[in-house]
C-alpha cells in the first residue's frame, strides 16, 4: 500500500495535499484497491464551493459505488477531466491522479486531518 509522506488523509480515505491557498484531492491507494476496478467518476462543476466533509462526487466500480467527502471547506478551481474517459488511470496511481485541485477558504481544518504515519495506522486496523 502507498502513502505519501507530504499528503493528509480522511478517515474516508480522501487525500489532499496542500500548497498555499491550493490544493489537490483524490482517493488513497487503500481506497481504489478496495473498490477495484474504477469504471466512472463523477466530477464537481469548477465553481462549486464546499463545505468540509460534504459530498463532492463519486466513483464507481465493478465492486461498489463510494461517495467522495471533501477533507476541507472549499471552492473547486479545477477537476481532471481524463478521469471521465479514463477513470482506471486512479487505479494506475491514485495520489498522481488527483480528481479536483480547490481553493481553501480555512487553511486551520488542515490540521484535523491525518498525517501519513495515523492514515498507515487506520488502514492497518481495517
Known amino acids: 500500500m502507498k502513502i505519501l509522506k507530504e499528503a493528509l488523509y480522511t478517515k ?3 487525500w489532499i495535499k496542500a500548497d498555499g491557498n491550493k490544493a489537490y484531492v483524490g482517493i488513497t491507494d487503500f481506497a481504489q484497491d478496495s473498490l477495484g476496478d474504477i469504471v466512472f467518476v463523477d466530477l464537481p462543476e469548477v465553481g462549486s464551493e464546499f463545505e468540509k466533509g460534504e459530498v463532492f462526487g463519486a466513483v464507481e466500480s465493478v465492486k461498489a459505488a463510494s461517495d467522495l467527502y471533501i477533507p476541507v471547506s472549499g471552492k473547486v ?7 471521465a474517459d479514463n477513470p482506471e488511470y486512479i487505479n494506475q496511481d491514485s495520489y498522481k ?3 479536483i485541485s480547490v481553493e481553501l477558504s480555512d487553511n486551520s481544518q488542515l490540521k484535523e486531518l491525518l498525517d501519513a504515519e495515523n492514515y498507515e495506522k ?3 486496523g481495517e
Do not use: R
Open 12 to 14: 474516508d480515505h480522501e
Open 77 to 83: 478551481l479545477e477537476v481532471n477531466e481524463e478521469l
Open 97 to 99: 491522479n488527483w480528481i
Open 122 to 124: 487506520l488502514c492497518d
